[in-house]
């Protein structure tokens, strides 16, 4: 099969970093997050990946997601919790889609299960701290009082209760434990108040690997699934996780250059001997960050840096003085993954985490889904 750049999604490894945290969650059911097109990795074969390897229930940003799932056929509990007041909370509710809610949307959201004719199923957000979406401890009450009262008119029915955690990458801090007690908090608060609740739900994908108390009824594996470590201290294979993508192409144009030749817009890169420049079709149009400099590759088995700016759809790599020119066009190049560097190496080149570098990989690059072995299509 004939190709220019790709990104190779294992599956094999999404189904094992799956299992993996499902044997450490347990009896905590497992939530794969497959936002944001899955991290980049494709939401609709992750979905399915993850299913079949024991998660039970999908997590979305934004409704949109989630209900290209379901017009894809895609039947399991699925949350979406990032809204505005254009959010299609009506067609959500008629297929079945949970609603996180954190305060404005919930009259919306009412309103809309009555024109559905049918009750909205609502996860309530407090803020624990993260000072993003979510109620504030102080309009607790109010919100569940609020939300008591349409769950009685049966607009509604409240099957969970969630939140976030800041800094649960970062083990050792307090702020985590206060969270968690602003968050059992809240929970006993609902509980009280007479709500029935399916799902507690705080963990990420740090607070799994590193808090067991914060498990509770579900975990939200999002990063982990993707086989990436949240972890400054700790890699991939520390957390016997599996990268999923392997992001490759193969050189465009290779030449050999005299000492002093500037490289790419700008000229911030000069050649300090002569030397021999490949060509690497994948830039800020695909996804590689133009913040990145000296960007690991591996071409031909070795590793090489790129040098001068990331343009929209190349970059250079200086491959020094000694490497043999013939058969260079079209070898592959691994920007990260199997064979290569890790996208890690790639964000800290950019200043940036691995969740960004595998999350902008563009639609322009095509994504090729294997099983088990790199370059082998899967099914």
């Known amino acids: 099969m004939s190709w220019e750049r790709r990104a190779e999604i294992d599956l094999s490894a999404i189904r094992h970093n799956v299992r993996r945290v499902a044997e450490l969650a347990a009896p905590a059911q497992v939530m794969a997050v497959v936002k ?93 701290g993260l000072g993003r979406n979510g109620c504030t401890p102080e309009n607790w009450e109010a919100l569940l009082g609020a939300a008591a009262a349409y769950q009685e008119d049966g607009l509604l029915r409240v099957v969970g209760v969630f939140s976030h955690l800041s800094v649960a990458d970062e083990p050792d801090r307090v702020e985590t434990d206060q969270q968690l007690d602003a968050f059992r908090t809240a ?132 491959m020094g003085p000694d490497e043999d020119i013939a058969g260079l066009v079209g070898a592959e190049v691994v920007l990260f993954g199997d064979g290569g560097p890790s996208a890690d190496e790639w964000a800290e080149s950019a200043g940036t985490i691995n969740y960004e570098i595998v999350t902008r990989v563009s639609p322009r690059v095509p994504r090729v889904y294997v099983e088990g072995s790199w370059g082998e299509t899967g099914e």
């Not at 209900?67 to 949350?79: C, I, M």
């Not at 002093?260 to 001997?273: A, D, E, F, K, P």
């Open 36 to 128: 944001a097109d899955a991290y980049g990795h494709g939401a609709l074969p992750v979905a399915r990946a993850a299913l079949e390897a024991g998660a039970t229930w999908l997590g979305f940003a934004h409704v949109s997601e989630a209900l290209a799932a379901r017009d894809a056929g895609f039947t399991a509990p699925a949350l979406a919790w990032l809204h505005t007041p254009d959010t299609a909370f009506s067609e959500a509710i008629s297929r079945n889609i949970d609603l996180g809610v954190s305060g404005w949307e919930l009259d919306r959201v009412a309103a809309a299960a009555e024109s559905a004719a049918r009750p909205a199923r609502v996860h309530l957000k407090i803020d624990t």
């Open 187 to 318: 929970v006993a608060l609902a509980e009280n108040a007479g709500f029935d609740l399916e799902v507690r739900h705080t963990a990420n994908t740090p607070a799994i690997l590193s808090r067991p108390d914060t498990h509770f009824d579900m975990v939200r594996l999002g990063l982990g699934m993707y086989g990436l470590s949240p972890f400054r201290d700790q890699t991939s294979e520390d957390l016997s996780l599996r990268p999923a993508m392997r992001l490759v192409a193969r050189v465009a144009n290779a030449k050999t250059v005299p000492a002093g030749q500037g490289v790419s817009y700008g000229l911030t890169y000069r050649t300090g001997h002569p030397t021999l420049l490949a060509l690497v079709p994948l830039g800020y149009g695909d996804g590689v960050p133009r913040s990145a400099t000296s960007g690991p590759v591996h071409i031909r088995g070795r590793l090489f840096r790129s040098c001068g700016r990331v343009a929209m759809d190349q970059f250079v790599v200086d």
